[in-house]
């Protein structure tokens, strides 16, 4: 089984429609974040979580917000969707110390499609 | 602040042929560096990571070597696979507490038979 998991893996919506993203991890990592990534723009940091009680906003988080229901769960809620949300978006988990730096572990990537 | 500047694809090579991929960074410190690797359809896989000055990294035949003199993590194999045709992503993770993940824009790879 996979050790980040997303769902939906594919969605289609409508402008102004509100949808939610998730992700539930079992590597039992503290860090959890959401990113997006467009042709030629690379990944860009939407929000990421140091643990359940620590939200921060990434480069790019408006019209996003987050939830961290538990260590392994962080879910991404786009609240009112614009076609230029229309992307990849991934999650991802990490471990790592203040030495050694962090190694991410992805998800498979959710497809999303505003109409 | 830091940053990593990978160079820009797409790359298009024959099978066996020879890879580089140019990777340098500006950081304060001593950053962690990392070659991801993403295959069509998928998401980010760690290919191969280094911690210090003049540690390689490698794996599945890649290899990188951290440079500091050079501010440098390029990453290299000696004979491609059509199986190797990916997006590749440098990044840097610095020290201390805040060590979120910088990344390089990828670097498409396309390798025909």
């Known amino acids: 089984d996979a050790d980040v998991t997303q769902t939906p893996r594919n969605r289609i919506t409508k402008t102004g429609k509100r949808i939610m993203l998730e992700c539930s991890q079992t590597?039992?990592?503290?860090?959890m974040y959401w990113y997006r990534q467009d042709p030629g723009l690379g990944l860009r940091l939407i929000y990421y979580?140091?643990?359940?009680?620590?939200?921060n906003k990434g480069e790019i988080s408006d019209g996003y917000s987050v939830s961290r229901q538990a260590q392994a769960k962080f879910s991404l809620s786009l609240e009112s969707a614009i076609p230029n949300q229309t992307a990849l978006y991934f999650c991802?988990?990490?471990?790592?110390?203040?030495?050694?730096?962090?190694?991410?572990?992805f998800g498979p990537g959710t497809r999303l499609l505003v109409l | 602040g830091n940053s990593v500047t990978q160079m820009e694809g797409p790359v298009t090579l024959s099978e066996e042929a020879f890879l580089t991929i140019n990777c340098t960074y500006t950081a304060t410190g001593y950053p962690s560096l990392f070659w991801y690797v993403q295959y069509p359809g998928e998401g980010l896989q760690l290919l191969l990571k280094?911690?210090?000055a003049d540690d390689k990294g490698s794996n599945k035949g890649f290899e990188a070597t951290y440079r500091k003199e050079t501010t440098s993590f390029h990453l290299e194999k000696g004979s491609v696979q059509v199986s190797d045709s990916a997006v590749y992503f440098c990044?840097?993770?610095?020290?201390?507490?805040?060590?979120?993940?910088?990344w390089g824009l990828g670097t498409s790879l396309a390798v025909n038979p």
């Open positions: 991802a988990t990490s471990v790592g110390n203040r030495k050694m730096g962090e190694t991410q572990y």
């Open positions: 590597k039992g990592h503290d860090r």
């Open positions: 979580s140091f643990d359940v009680k620590d939200i």
């Open positions: 990044a840097l993770s610095g020290a201390g507490n805040n060590r979120k993940l910088i």
């Open positions: 280094a911690t210090k």
